[in-house]
């Protein structure tokens, strides 16, 4: 069938480029890409810029990490800051299907996030500031399902430390409790 080899060569052209446009039209535009005004506290964006300002300053930070009671401390460079404050950046609640999910209570040297249905993971968000500028923020997260219940508390405090708890209990295997305090040197 010397005539299909043509054929068989533009097929696997448009079959490639079917398989990348559906890709990329799969993908959901950010909030901020679509114009819309953010409801919330831009969680990703500062703790982008706090992946970015802490990837310049490179500070020392004496790590502390406690699992199920087993503590190990030491001075460390985190090579990726991104990673490191990752449970941060995912309990963002500015996504358009949670607009009107979250109740807001302001004052003058904080705002709380306090969520409204108890599906969603993010429970809290606690904003501290101090002369405009962030001083503190505490997250909690929770997720329950049949097989496991998952605590997170985590707190950020720019310049001095950043601290991550997680209690997780899996009901065949049992509980895990992680302690994680980062405390910045320089």
Not at 131 to 145: C, S
Request: with cysteine; glycine share 6%; charged share 25%.
């Amino acid at each position: 069938m010397y005539w299909f080899k043509p054929f068989q060569k533009y097929t696997i052209y448009a079959g490639v480029l079917l398989l990348l446009g559906s890709g990329y039209a799969c993908n959901k535009p950010e909030i901020k890409e679509t114009g819309a005004e953010l409801q919330y506290f831009d969680l990703k964006g500062y703790f982008g810029k706090q992946d970015t300002l802490l990837t310049q300053q490179n500070p020392d930070v004496n790590k502390t990490v406690n699992h199920n009671g087993a503590t190990e401390s030491k001075n460390v460079h985190i090579s990726s800051w991104k990673k490191e404050l990752n449970l941060f950046i995912e309990s963002d609640i500015n996504k358009p299907a949670w607009k009107q999910s979250y109740d807001v209570q302001s004052n003058n040297d904080s705002t709380v996030y306090k969520a409204k249905f108890p599906e969603l993971k993010t429970r809290e968000i606690v904003i501290r500031k101090k002369a405009g500028q962030v001083t503190q923020i505490a997250i909690v997260n929770r997720t329950h399902n049949i097989l496991y219940n998952t605590t997170e508390r985590l707190i950020y405090a720019p310049k001095a430390y950043y601290l991550i708890e997680k209690m997780q209990r899996v009901k065949i295997m049992g509980a895990n409790n992680y302690h994680i305090k980062g405390s910045f040197i320089n």
